[in-house]
């Protein structure tokens, strides 16, 4: 033992690269710990720096002082990469994969030659070659998120730099520096807003980068700033100091403190503009730099850039770790059998097989050293079982499948031409998998378009398009074609076999009706859908379209109800007005009021400007001016507005609200009016539009004054003040006239509630995280369908304290208990049938979408309580049985912290779709987050995996994409494994025969080159192309996508199973050729049984049979898959003798020699009919007795394909378009309305002068007043009522 120690000491040449080896292991695990240090920043600044900061202290104009907190600077940085650390952090996460890891230890073996009978080139160019290519893969990744930082870094801002304004780029702002913001210009970073272009120091800004809201917000700054207007000179020596909060991710929140002239001022965050929101209606304004960077609270919410790997990674990982093991036990069997042979029958025959040099001479002692070694022989001969390529195959397969992504011209958006992409290549197959959807809602569910639909004026409706002939109502689809609706009962056939397509509209509860549509002709197009003419109103918006002419018919007859009810809408709102280059514009803070006023404007009262004490409108062109004595403003207790307003002499109230309050305001003596109203109401609740209902009253002049008098006392009163407004309120509130009610759509995307019906049939589920309200996500809710009057109950979660979340919760998860406790099982009802003529009865069963169901709606303040650590678990048990989830004004983080709780109670696999950078944050911590191109920037699609241009694209990228990713990986993996472990287990055989000595069975060329050139093409084939149904179908049939949600296609069984297949493949492979060949003679009578002729004899039929095999998995065929193929057949025969003949290999004419004799066709004939036949019998009995809904389906794809020269087409059409009408017992109110600007507009302070006195300008701001502004105007300081 002693000799063979002193072997391994650098002296002894013949093992020098044993040193080397260890060095080498070394080296990278020094490398990979140097890349974790250099590639965790915040890890090595917090070994070395206290960064913990607990105030901010600032001083605008003053760099020197700032500079010293080495506070972050404004540069973004998504990317993960840099030059500098590019290899050592991208092979430090290569090497995380565990079969890249063990590739380099067999490296490292094959180092030292006294244990390898393998060049160490066979493992060292796979290697390299799957890190390279999946680093150029990851760098390019990591180069296109670089671009877009640069993009955002390298925007302009104005900086006040010594006391002049200068153009710097975004990434050279820092904290305390001052920057100029223009109208319609992105906010560089938080910023203390000093002064604005407005009256009062007031700017607005639209924050649909933050929380998804377009509707405009109002700023001010602090009144001792204002007067900077901007004066530069007075900006630049601004020397006060600010300290403040650290950075924090609360949108909503802020706290601080100006020091400035020896007084200190408050500030909160009606004062900060924060990064991503953009400036509206706001000519200029300046600001301090509070946050910067990664610390603004944009970035603090948008979470980090985390490294994604799919389910199957990870259970490949397990499998190899398996495999491994799998593979220590074979080269152990073989180590103890090696050392028995060498023992008991070995060392007789040392004269012939001499023992090595380092081969102790003893026998038991040499014995045991020769089994050691022939251990890690073993290790390296099998190694095949996990072959590298296997790797580089699957991200070949993955790249691929991306630029079919890519290339899809079915997920093109025409109007804008953006295509779907694939920003990762790693992630393709777990779409195939998705379990659960989160979804924000603006932008991404709808347009964020408010448009006037239909009205209820006097109990009589407006807005449905009739067919005069049928009496049938006409609607337009997304596609802006007119079609006829009809809603007929379905048959008991029909009823027994619910089809879901995207043909046909998914009615998944519910009874069983069913909306025909007819397309119209030409005729009857021009006919009944010719839209209202406008255009004699010069007011008039030529992108408003209302198509039903009795309502401009009852105007035209001055129908009074029709006036009043379009002057109420001109008046009672708190819409400011805007002359841009001549043309009227309107600035609303929500887009529901914006859509009613806009509505009110094209019917000719048209909205024209306001004052603090008047509106003036145009009624049908004649100019009406209001005195305004006072503004009831809305906000989310009262839901309702009024204005009273005084002409002629004539005071009166217009209010307008949500139907449950109005109505229980209103006189009596009306209960026609409000029986026909409430029935227009449900029709428009049903059908999904945003319901108001509008009324008025008449006030007494003395009455109000009386009435004035004692809101003033209530306003002013220290005690229960809110419980006197109050009751004031409900006072002049009551004994209302009702006027009618309108009827608002928020234009949901097209196809948004057919997706949304197709991906529930295949088993995902939606949830919907929003920062809107209550009642404007509970709408959009029904009008997707993720809501239904069918559903047994519906949720709602809105407490405040924890008892009470709490008390919500465990109410509600008993009555889900109770329900499901009682619950009658359901029957099975078949998804597919056709019953075309010859097919008779036979269906595709499936079990069928039980009726009914909750769901549960969750308010921000009660999610905070439902998301702790001791309520998160119960939140998430009662909301896992809920058939929807809708989460509203939730937080960037809170939605991020929902999409986790998910990943790691229900170990689902979860998608995360959103348009705007309050959605990044969950996109990121999704397993895949996927970005729509819409209107609100492209922060979401630069971070997400995937970007589409409409939410409807994602049933495709899933439904058809994901579940053939899905299908053709796995499909691949069954095969490679089978392949692999039939190629490798024929040495373990071989073993048998060779005294365990590591002799290899084929030509050490065939090793190398089975996994990259016999059998590699043709399984890529298989992995890129494959598909069991087509695109069609997929969609058609969604239920297809079940075996993804299961991992039923591969997993521990079917691994085991193709392992299986594999072991007896191998089997048959050797002993049916070996005993053939054993004492074989040629018909010469000479000897055939030699290892080369034998080894060149298995190698053949292994790659036939692998090829036949691989004919017999392949469902469908493409030129490339016939190339590969017969190709990679071909290829062998010709690399064969290239190599043997041309180069010389050792096993020259073995080959040749077999192929003469008719013994190798009947061997090779005889181990594939064997091998084959069951195979195809087992798959015949399956296919046939026990069909999968695959099976069927593929089955009737190819019984259509036969059919379709027989078919005509039909005339009737289904289409997804057609609104299923419903009747509705809910309200239809939502408006996306929070407190407005009544207190500004009757203060003055949003009022800019219109006549400034000539040279009554200071600090470039107009300072003069109105004419009527020295009118005394009396304010309430209640938040939600002024007076005039």
């Known amino acids: 033992m002693s000799e063979w120690w002193r072997s391994w000491l650098p002296g002894d040449p013949s093992v020098l690269q044993c040193p080397t080896a260890l060095l080498l292991t070394g080296g990278v695990v020094l490398f990979c710990i140097a890349a974790y240090v250099m590639t965790r920043p915040y890890l090595y600044s917090h070994l070395f720096y206290d960064n913990t900061e607990t105030e901010r202290r600032i001083k605008p104009n003053n760099p020197e002082f700032n500079a010293q907190f080495n506070y972050a600077k404004n540069y973004i940085k998504t990317s993960k990469y840099t ?124 924050t649909s980068e933050l929380d998804g809201e377009t509707n405009l917000k109002s700023k001010q700054c602090l009144p001792e700033t204002e007067d900077f207007g901007q004066d530069v000179g007075r900006i630049g020596s601004f020397q006060g100091e600010i300290r403040c909060e650290p950075p924090n991710n609360q949108l909503n929140k802020f706290d601080g403190t100006l020091y400035w002239d020896n007084q200190a001022h408050s500030l909160d965050n009606d004062k900060i503009l924060l990064r991503g929101c953009i400036l509206r209606n706001t000519q200029w304004c300046y600001g301090v730099v509070i946050f910067a960077g990664k610390d603004t609270k944009l970035m603090m919410n948008s979470g980090k850039t985390k490294f994604k790997r799919t389910s199957i990674d990870r259970l490949l990982n397990f499998i190899i770790l398996g495999i491994v093991f799998f593979l220590l036990s074979m080269c152990l069997f073989c180590t103890v059998a090696c050392g028995i042979w060498e023992t008991l029958t070995g060392q007789h025959f040392r004269i012939y097989l001499p023992w090595d040099s380092l081969v102790p001479p003893e026998p038991a002692g040499g014995a045991a050293v020769i089994a050691l070694l022939v251990f890690f022989s073993y290790a390296i001969v099998l190694n095949t079982v996990v072959p590298i390529s296997l790797y580089v195959s699957v991200e070949v397969i993955r790249l691929c499948q991306s630029f079919l992504i890519n290339w899809d011209v079915a997920l093109c958006y025409a109007p804008t031409g953006v295509h779907a992409k694939a920003r990762t290549t790693t992630l393709n197959e777990e779409l195939g998998q998705i379990e659960y959807i989160f979804s924000d809602k603006t932008g991404t569910l709808t347009q964020n378009i408010m448009t006037f639909n239909k009205c209820s004026i ?49 009615d998944l509860i519910g009874p069983l009706d069913e909306t025909e549509v007819n397309l119209l002709s030409d005729e009857e197009y021009r006919q009944y859908t010719r839209s209202v003419d406008l255009s004699h109103n010069p007011y008039h918006e030529s992108s408003f379209k209302f198509y039903d002419h009795a309502l401009t018919d009852a105007l035209d007859a001055n129908d009074p109800s029709c006036e009043l009810f379009f002057r109420l809408l001109a008046l009672c709102h708190t819409v400011m007005s805007e002359d841009n280059n001549g043309k009227l514009e309107y600035q609303a803070q929500s887009p529901d009021e914006a859509a009613l006023v806009s509505a009110a404007r094209n019917f000719g009262f048209v909205f024209l400007s306001r004052t603090p004490n008047s509106i003036t409108i145009s009624a049908k062109g004649t100019e009406e001016v209001y005195e305004l004595l006072c503004i009831l403003d809305f906000n989310n207790v009262r839901k309702r507005m009024s204005v009273i307003l005084k002409r002629d002499g004539k005071i009166r109230l217009y209010c307008k609200g949500a139907d449950s309050i109005i109505y229980e305001r209103l006189k009596d003596g009306q209960e026609s009016l409000k029986y026909h109203t409430q029935e227009h109401l449900n029709k428009f609740a049903g059908e999904g539009l945003r319901t108001l209902c509008l009324a008025y009253k008449d006030l007494d002049g003395e009455y109000f004054q009386d009435w004035k008098a004692r809101h003033h006392e209530a306003a002013i009163s220290l005690d ?73 109950d519906i949720f709602i979660i809105d407490a405040h304290t924890a008892s009470e979340v709490e008390d919500q919760l465990k109410k509600y998860r008993e009555e889900i208990r109770n329900v499901n406790a009682t619950s009658q099982p359901q029957t099975n009802l078949s998804v597919v049938t056709f019953s075309d003529e010859g097919v008779g009865q036979d269906t595709l069963s499936d079990a069928g979408e039980p009726n009914g169901g909750f769901a549960l709606v969750i308010n921000g303040h009660s999610l905070v309580w439902a998301l702790s650590p001791k309520f998160e678990q119960l939140f998430l048990e009662v909301a896992s049985q809920c058939k929807s989830v809708i989460c509203c004004r939730v937080t960037p983080l809170q939605k991020a912290l929902v999409v986790d709780l998910v990943k790691r109670y229900k170990k689902a696999v979860t998608l995360a779709v959103g348009d705007g950078a309050n959605d990044v944050s969950m996109i990121k911590t999704a397993h895949i987050g996927v970005g729509i191109s819409g209107q609100e920037g492209l922060q979401a699609v630069l971070a997400s995996d995937y970007s589409v241009a409409q939410f409807r694209f994602l049933e495709r990228l899933l439904l058809v994409h994901g579940r053939w990713s899905y299908y053709r990986m796995c499909k691949f993996l069954r095969y490679f494994f089978y392949k692999n472990f039939a190629f490798t287990l024929c040495h373990f055989w071989f073993a048998f025969f060779v005294a365990f000595s ?82 074989g003679m040629d018909q010469d009578g000479r000897s055939m049984a030699d290892q080369q002729t034998f080894g060149s004899v298995v190698a053949t039929i292994l790659v036939i049979v692998v090829t036949v095999q691989i004919c017999l998995d392949t469902s469908y065929w493409t030129m490339f898959n016939h190339i590969t193929i017969w190709g990679s057949l071909i290829f062998y025969f010709l690399l064969q003798y290239f190599y043997n003949f041309v180069i010389g290999g050792e096993y020259v004419g073995a080959l040749a020699k077999a192929m003469g004799e008719p013994m190798f066709y009947f061997t090779s004939l005889l181990t594939i009919v064997v091998l084959m036949l069951p195979v195809m019998a087992w798959r015949f009995y399956w296919v046939d007795v026990h069909p999968t809904l695959s099976d069927k389906v593929r089955f009737k794809q190819r019984h259509d394909a036969k059919m379709a020269s027989k078919r005509s087409d039909h005339d009737m059409l289904r289409t997804p378009s057609a609104r299923r009408s419903r009747r509705s017992i809910r309200s239809g109110y939502a408006f996306a309305h929070q407190e407005g600007f009544g207190r500004l507009i009757t203060s003055g302070k949003i009022m800019r002068p219109r006549h400034p006195k000539p040279g009554a300008m200071s600090n470039g701001r107009a300072s003069n007043l109105r004419p009527d502004a020295n009118r005394v105007s009396m304010v309430a300081p209640a938040p939600s009522t002024v007076e005039v």
């Open 998 to 1079: 590591a002799q290899t069975l084929f030509d050490p060329m065939f090793i190398s080159v089975y996994n990259l050139f016999y059998t590699s093409m043709p399984v890529l084939a298989l992995g890129i192309f494959e598909q069991d149904v087509n695109a069609v179908n997929s969609i058609k049939f969604p239920r297809l996508y079940g075996p993804g949600l299961s991992n039923a296609l591969f997993n521990k069984r079917e691994f085991f199973r193709s392992a299986l297949h594999g072991f007896l493949t191998s089997c048959v492979l050797f002993f049916i050729p070996f005993g053939a060949y054993y004492n």
């Open 458 to 506: 006097a109990g009589r409706s407006f807005g449905d398009i009739i067919d005069p002939r049928t009496g049938e109502s006409l609607e337009i689809n997304e596609s802006g074609t007119w079609v006829r609706k009809k809603t007929k009962k379905s048959s008991s056939k029909r009823n027994a076999n619910l089809r879901t397509s995207p043909e046909a509209t998914v």
């Open 720 to 792: 229960r003040r809110e419980e006197k407004l109050d009751a004031i309120y409900e006072e002049i509130e009551k004994d209302l006239i009702l006027l009618g009610a309108t009827a608002i759509e928020d234009k949901l995307q097209d196809g948004v509630p057919q997706t949304i019906a197709n991906l529930a049939v295949a088993g995902i589920k939606i949830w919907v995280l929003t920062g809107d309200k209550q009642e404007t996500a509970i709408n959009i809710g029904y009008s997707c369908q993720l809501l239904t009057d069918d559903m047994l």
């Open 83 to 206: 030059l500098l650390n590019f290899i050592p952090y991208n092979l430090f996460e290569q090497f995380q994969r565990l079969a890249n890891f063990y590739f380099l230890c067999l490296l490292v073996l094959q180092l030292i030659p006294v244990i390898s009978s393998l060049t160490p080139v066979t493992t060292a160019v796979p290697l390299i070659g799957v890190l390279m290519v999946t680093g150029i893969k990851d760098a390019y990744d990591d180069f296109q998120r670089h671009r877009s930082d640069n993009q955002v870094n390298r925007r302009k801002s104005y900086v006040l730099r010594n006391g002049q304004l200068a153009e710097e780029m975004w990434s050279k702002v820092e904290v305390g520096d001052v920057i100029r913001m223009e109208n319609n210009q992105f906010v560089a970073a938080d910023v203390l807003l000093l002064s604005t272009s407005e009256p009062n120091g007031l700017c607005y800004i639209e």
